[in-house]
């Protein structure tokens, strides 16, 4: 069958698609994917349980991967102003516990025009008011408490109103409620062992600290991102707006006595106390010890393990983003693939059509199934490498891995590639066949280091049956 359809830099007339989407969650999955249906012509309802779009949450960084869809909005403008607002870094520093430079590397894929280092709520808020201002219905203060299915719409309990569509999309984060509805998957959240303190202040904080000033310095040119690395415990810290802002982080090895959630304020004596053997606790200290009262945060590192698929019944709803595929943060991917899961089921819908939105929704998880699975075991291997890291090593691969920065996910255009693979997919769902993705690297390489950098974690292939036909 031959569709018409906007194609990847295209937009269809708003409503024109005539399939009407419910929206769970409005973070950056959940936002994107109302923004790219609006695109495609369908019509929105985007729900969201926080009263406004929230202030919470520092720094997580856009590859060009996810990049790529947010450049087309409104002519370029919502990512010309989030790239006036990033973290504009020209290096990333590695440094070992001693305070030894170790590396020193170029921020490709996230300089100006490929990919953005950006704090989290300034991202989020920024979408929701390009949302707005393309007239999406997109509620605030409204918690979705149920879901439901049958063979002709999918719908949702918000407030105790019942809101029908022709398919819910839920986007509500790595602690969802409705993964275990829509996926029948009940196992709970893997704990990873790993937990993390995170920050981020106005950079004025440390105008009277001079043992601080070292993470300004240069930063009228670039921005600063370090990465101290020990065994078990490696910090991140650096600035944003040209050293206007600071942030840091201290993932460290633990399972228990943090919460679970991103809001857990915190005592940064407590990560003091984690580098207080490292000959570079002085340099580090500095920055985590200014860090002003009740900014500070912890939680634990969890992951959603691989589902068994993030479809419904009868097909009419899905999770993405977190909700689906929640990462262990090492390879910062997290929010480049909820984009990328965003863009696509837009396209999905419009090229399946209102009579087959089953089709779209498995076509969308055959489409991008493997290539998230692939990044999620990365990331879980990285983590290990790092919680293992011995500077000393005689053995190349006994080195912490440093630069998570695969080409194959980079330079990948998850919107082209879906109108050129979307019949491929759909027959493979129609006829219960395999599909072999184009979005993961045909050599087997399934890394996600970077192939200059140290060796490229490999990672087996998944091996999953072909999905029910619907
Ligand atoms: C408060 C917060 C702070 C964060 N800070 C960071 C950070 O600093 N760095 C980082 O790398 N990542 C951070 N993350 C995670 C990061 O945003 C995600 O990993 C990534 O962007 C994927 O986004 P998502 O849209 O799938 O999930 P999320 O960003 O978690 O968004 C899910 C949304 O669903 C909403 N929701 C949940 N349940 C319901 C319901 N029943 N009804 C309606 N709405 C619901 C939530 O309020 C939330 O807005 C944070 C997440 C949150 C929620």
Sequence with gaps: MTVTHSGPNGTAPPNSSGIKVIIVGLGLAGLTAAIECYRKGHSVIGLEKTPKPTHLGDIFSISSNGAIVIQKWDGGSVSTYLDSVRCDVDKITVWDEAANVKLRKDMNGYREGEGLVLNRSTTVCTLYEYGKSLGIDLRFGVSVSSYWEDDHQAGVIADGERLSADCVIASDGIHSKARPIITRDTRPLTKSGAATYRAGYPAEVLNDHPDAQWILEGTEKADQLNHFIGKDIAVIMGTGRHGKDVYWGCLHRSSDGVSKSWLQPSDVTKALALIENWPARDKVAAVIKNTPNMTCYDHLVMAVDPLSGW????????????????????????????????????????????????????????????????????????????????????????????????????????????????????????????????????????????????????????TRGPLPVQ
Aim: glycine share 8%; proline share 5%; aromatic share 6%.
């Design 311 to 462: 479809v419904s019944e009868k097909g009419r709803m899905m999770v993405i983003g977190d909700a689906a595929h929640a990462f262990i943060p090492t390879s910062g991917q997290g929010a480049s693939q909820s984009i990328e899961d965003g863009a696509v089921v837009a396209i999905c819908l419009e090229l399946a059509g209102k009579d087959r939105i089953p089709l779209a929704l498995s076509v969308m998880e055959k489409l991008r199934y493997q290539r998230i699975s692939f990044i999620g075991e990365g990331s879980a291997k990285m983590l290990e490498s790092l919680h293992g890291a011995n500077w000393d090593a005689k053995q190349q691969d006994k080195l912490p891995t440093l630069i998570a920065r695969a080409m194959w996910i980079f330079d990948h255009d998850c919107q082209t590639s879906t109108y050129e693979e979307f019949n491929k997919a759909a027959d493979a769902v129609a006829t219960n066949s395999t599909y072999v993705p184009a979005n993961i690297p045909s050599d087997g390489r399934y890394g996600i280091v970077e192939e200059e950098g140290k060796s490229t974690v490999k990672v087996p292939p998944v």
